[in-house]
């Protein structure tokens, strides 16, 4: 299985997943052999209900390349990721985050105006970069106070972009010891440097000022661990870092997939231009909009089953236990995966089809719980996640009650495998004015 997993990762992960038809498995990689868990009830006893049982080990194979760049904190597990988890979930509270919209709004709409010069002239432009531009104007307002701006934000998100495929031999083969030269290091090396320049000083400049803030950095340096230390700038920083990539990649990722799935679903677009148009009409979108699209909802959610952020969810069994009769033995590695269960026949009717309709109230009542589950789930389920509808919402609204657009290459790129899916190729449009097409 192996050389199948070298070649096309994202292809013999499925591939297998479907040969299980649900069924708890275990993989055959030489000398490592973790258990493939894909079937919604046996997602939901590993990550939710025997949540206890099966912990992100900060020294897990599959977690240690990704730990160079976050360190311990809200990525790791046991008692620092639960002080982490404690200090920044208030942020992402539904009330907390709501009282976000407006500002999100306005940084988003002023971030959108920047595409005007380029659709007046028909200027081909990448998607993924102005979205990247569009999140990180939104997000450095309303999370980091704007302490990063937007260019040295553009830049930590270029060289997450390269750590996410730098890790990749990492994770595919993940018996190989850190000592070990591999493809991607050197490269993840000088991108973790140029995350670290960026942020660093940043976060030693906001100690001073922490208490007049309440931003992400700020509420970092003024939480204080159980025995009323403050955190240290390293604990700082590894959170900062983390925030930053939970809050931006996954808003610029999915959305890049959103336009070639339009361009070749054009029903599904014009459901999608009549929706927003009907319910934001000509003005600025706004807060009370939002929970009035629910089409719009629908598209994010079938974006998320094909493109997850969190593709792979592994676990350790820190006691024995047994998964439908199946044993599983203490320090067993247990691996989820969002990408595929949620593009497996056996849950899924069509599974490698962009449809929407998927998610209306009937059909999701109608399936289980963890044939979804992009965002993990159980007590290490992304604390962004509502804050991601809303601002993908608003996003949205904004561009198509503006532009419509044209694919410069018709068609659905090729699935790149990184530490969250990307196209194999750019996603190149050139935007026209929404008036004009009417």
């Not at 931003?215 to 340096?221: A, R």
């Not at 949205?396 to 990184?418: D, E, K, N």
Request: overall charge positive; charged content about 25%.
């Amino acid at each position: 299985m192996v050389p199948s997993l070298l070649r096309d990762p994202a292809r013999a992960l499925i591939a297998v997943g479907n040969r299980t038809g649900g069924e708890l498995v275990r993989l055959n990689l030489g000398s490592f052999r973790p258990y493939l868990v894909t079937h919604p009830r046996h997602v939901q006893h590993v990550l939710r209900e025997r949540a206890d049982n099966y912990e992100r080990a900060g020294d897990g194979l599959f977690w240690r390349p990704v730990k160079r760049l976050f360190g311990e904190g809200i990525l790791g597990e046991g008692q620092i990721w639960s002080a982490s988890r404690k200090m920044l979930q208030p942020m992402f509270t539904a009330k907390r985050v709501e009282a976000l919209v407006d500002g999100m709004a306005e940084a988003i709409r002023q971030a959108v105006d920047e595409l005007d010069e380029p659709s007046r002239h028909g200027r081909t432009v990448d998607i993924g970069v102005e979205q990247t531009r569009i999140v990180c104007r939104a997000i450095m307002k309303v999370l980091f106070g704007d302490k990063i701006s937007v260019p040295d934000a553009m830049r930590v998100v270029d060289a997450q972009d390269v750590i996410a495929t730098a890790v990749i031999p990492r994770i595919v083969v993940p018996f190989a010891p850190l000592s070990l030269p591999m493809p991607g290091d050197r490269p993840f090396r000088r991108a973790k440097k140029t995350v670290d320049d960026v942020l660093l000083p940043i976060v030693r400049a906001s100690k001073a000022t922490a208490d007049e803030g309440d931003d992400v950095i700020s509420t970092l340096w003024q939480a204080r661990t159980e025995d009323g230390r403050q955190l240290s700038e390293q604990q700082v920083r590894n959170d900062t870092v983390a925030m930053f990539a939970a809050t931006t990649e996954t808003t610029i990722n999915v959305l890049t997939w959103l336009w070639p799935h339009l361009d070749e679903r054009p029903d599904v677009a014009e459901r999608l231009y009549d929706e927003i148009a009907q319910v934001v009409g000509d003005g600025p979108v706004r807060r009370e909009h939002l929970n009035r699209l629910p089409y719009t909802r629908m598209v994010l959610d079938e974006l998320l089953r094909l493109y997850p952020i969190g593709w792979i969810i592994p676990r350790r069994a820190v006691a024995d236990d047994v998964i439908d009769g199946v044993p599983i033995e203490a320090g067993a590695t247990m691996v989820a995966s969002p990408l595929i269960t949620q593009r497996m026949a056996a849950f899924w009717d069509r599974p490698d089809e962009f449809d929407p309709d998927r998610f209306t109230p009937e059909r999701i009542r109608g399936r289980h719980r963890y044939a979804h589950f992009p965002f993990g789930g159980g007590p290490h389920q992304c604390l962004g996640m509502y804050l991601f509808y809303l601002e993908a919402q608003l996003i949205l609204a904004t561009m198509l009650t503006r532009y419509r657009f044209r694919l410069r290459r018709s068609g659905v790129p090729g699935l790149r495998l990184a530490a969250a899916l990307r196209p194999r190729t750019r996603v190149e449009l050139t935007l026209t004015s929404a008036a004009g097409a009417a």
